[in-house]
């Protein structure tokens, strides 16, 4: 079985610029969380989705957001960068939204913003 | 809100000996446990988890850990550590919920974990 898959794996941008990372989880996972993760701050939550719904937030700016699609792939968008969103955005997915599931994690996408 | 410690940044272990890496954690009612390892430029892999039951917990490539609820510990452990364990190890806690805000994994800052020959 093949794992969860993120795209792209390293991007460079530019203050300002907006960016779209895929994610696309476990096949007959249908909850996918986002993480961030920076050396100075950890790994911090950045928001779940299930079933096309997000149903958890992080504490993170309204320029972080996200959706999820039927076919449970999902996407994160981050506008307006700042040099501090620099980081590696891991997504994770697992088979149902109860709070006992472990999660399984992508490789992330490695974001640099200049 | 719930919280997770690894007071220790590094763990030296020499090959062979057996290691510990310390995770406290403080959540309101009964916490579901996990630990991840993460090896560099990759994203993190499940090693094990606590939810109810046995205090003593095995997981992955030999590791295990135990529950100790009056201490609210959460210690990973091996009894021969390999050079290949050599990694970033994360403790991360998820409360009982009730269901709404931000609800996701809370992980530790994570313990480095060097293993020398």
């Known amino acids: 079985k093949a794992g969860v898959t993120q795209t792209p794996r390293y991007l460079i941008k530019t203050r300002g610029q907006q960016v779209t990372l895929s994610c696309s989880p476990i096949?007959?996972?249908?909850?996918v969380s986002w993480y961030q993760q920076t050396p100075g701050q950890g790994l911090q939550f950045l928001f779940e989705?299930?079933?096309?719904?997000?149903?958890n937030k992080g504490n993170f700016p309204g320029r972080f957001s996200g959706r999820q699609f039927s076919n449970s792939r999902s996407e994160m968008n981050v506008s307006t960068l700042e040099l501090g969103d620099s980081a590696l955005y891991l997504c994770?997915?697992?088979?149902?939204?109860?709070?006992?599931?472990?999660?399984?994690f992508g490789e992330g996408s490695r974001l640099t913003v200049l | 809100a719930q919280s997770v410690a690894q007071p220790e940044d590094q763990v030296n272990v020499a090959e062979g000996n057996p290691l510990t890496v310390k995770c406290t954690y403080s959540v309101s009612g009964n916490p579901y446990l996990f630990w991840y390892v993460q090896y560099p430029n990759r994203g993190l892999q499940f090693l094990l988890k606590?939810?109810?039951?046995?205090?003593l917990v095995k997981g992955s490539y030999g590791f295990e850990a135990e529950f100790n609820k009056s201490q609210t510990s959460f210690h990973l452990k091996k009894p021969s550590a390999l050079v290949s364990d050599s990694a970033l190890y994360f403790c991360?806690?998820?409360?009982?919920?009730?269901?709404?805000?931000?609800?996701?994994?809370?992980f530790g800052k994570g313990t480095h974990l060097i293993i020398q020959p």
């Open positions: 994770a997915s697992r088979t149902g939204a109860g709070r006992t599931g472990e999660l399984f």
């Open positions: 096949s007959g996972h249908r909850s």
């Open positions: 606590y939810i109810t039951g046995d205090n």
């Open positions: 989705y299930f079933s096309e719904t997000q149903r």
């Open positions: 991360a806690v998820r409360g009982p919920g009730s269901g709404g805000g931000a609800d996701g994994l809370t």
